[in-house]
């Protein structure tokens, strides 16, 4: 995918439920609230942009919100933002000191998270997403001076919003696939969760613990990956958020394509694909945290 922003034509449907001949809105599938520059154009009937921007506004007022607008994050009401917030001192109670903005180095929460369930032959109604790890991405140099300039411990508030978080990412990723391919070349195992009919985020969406190092001057990194045979092959979208910062990786296994003939012409349609079409071994290479530990999946 291009680093710049760009735009792709409508699937003439909305691709999330189906829907045509309604009202399709322009979707970022990396939200604008996050920097997003992709658009796919009328893409997301009115129900549907309902349903996705309530998981959007979870992270980004509920879980990223101070550090939005800390960083002057994108924002369609930059107006409307408060300009300082009110801290209190966690060393001595009944001390509060009221901070800009600008000088509150707010840092950005995210998880960290074990392979996909999917991935590793759990039961679809078996949620791990209780195993995720909090990790904070902060500007240390900007927290150093906060601590020097107002004599009191960084702190930090957030809701913890996993199930909101995943779904994000699976939003993103099923983004990410459409990039290249149309709605009838691949069978979506995403969208039940996307929408919400399926609650369980951590069977399709996972990641690594070990966090690589920042790549400088990349906002989000997004790719398509192919695992499987000739027969079958899954698609699995490859998402970093905040590239250029300490921030995990995260894999969503996006859906799949039955057939020989149809994986043939999904490989054809993919500008790139990362891994080769063959047997699935159960010992990863390095860094990748989103191959199966068995295969078939059900």
């Keep these: 995918m291009s680093h710049g922003p ?22 970022h599938f990396l939200p604008f609230s996050l920097g997003g520059r992709h ?6 009937c009115l129900r549907c942009a309902d349903i996705t921007k309530k998981f959007e506004q979870d992270v980004a007022r509920e879980m990223w919100g101070d550090a939005r607008i800390s960083y002057n994050a994108p924002s369609r009401r930059k107006r409307s933002r408060p300009t300082h917030i009110k ?4 060393e001595r109670p009944g001390r509060t000191v009221k901070v800009p903005y600008s000088d509150y180095p707010a ?11 999917i991935l590793i032959g759990s039961p679809e109604n078996l949620d791990i997403s209780g195993e995720w790890q909090f990790t904070a991405v902060c500007d240390d140099e900007k927290a150093n001076g906060f601590e020097s300039k107002y004599g009191m411990k960084l702190t930090v508030k957030f809701r913890h919003v996993p199930n909101s978080f995943g779904r994000l990412l699976a939003k993103i990723g099923y983004g990410q696939v459409l990039w290249t391919l149309g709605l009838d070349d691949f069978r979506p195992l995403c969208l039940p969760y996307i929408l919400g009919a399926r609650s369980n985020i951590s069977y399709i969406v996972g990641g690594a613990f070990d966090i690589p190092p920042p790549t400088p001057g990349v906002g ?6 192919v695992v499987g045979d000739g027969a079958r ?9 905040y590239a250029n910062l ?14 020989e003939s149809s994986v043939r012409s999904v490989i054809a349609k993919l500008e790139s694909v990362d891994v080769g079409i063959g047997a699935i071994g159960s010992i990863e290479a390095e860094g990748s945290h989103w191959l199966p530990n068995v295969w078939p999946l059900p």
Excluded at 87 to 90: G, I, K, R, S
Excluded at 107 to 117: S, V
Excluded at 233 to 241: D, K, P, S, T, V
Excluded at 246 to 259: A, F, I, R, S
Aim: net charge positive.
């Design 246 to 259: 300490h921030t995990p990786v995260y894999h969503v296994v996006v859906g799949d394509v039955l057939g």
């Design 220 to 225: 989000y990194n997004l790719r398509t990956v």
């Design 87 to 90: 801290l209190h001192d966690p």
């Design 107 to 117: 840092a950005m929460i995210f998880y960290k998270m074990q392979k996909a369930g």
């Design 39 to 44: 658009i796919i154009e009328k893409a997301s």
């Design 233 to 241: 092959i899954l698609l699995i979208a490859l998402l970093r958020l």
């Design 6 to 27: 760009s735009r792709i034509p409508s699937k003439g449907k909305c691709i999330y439920c189906g829907d045509a001949g309604v009202e399709l809105t322009d979707e």
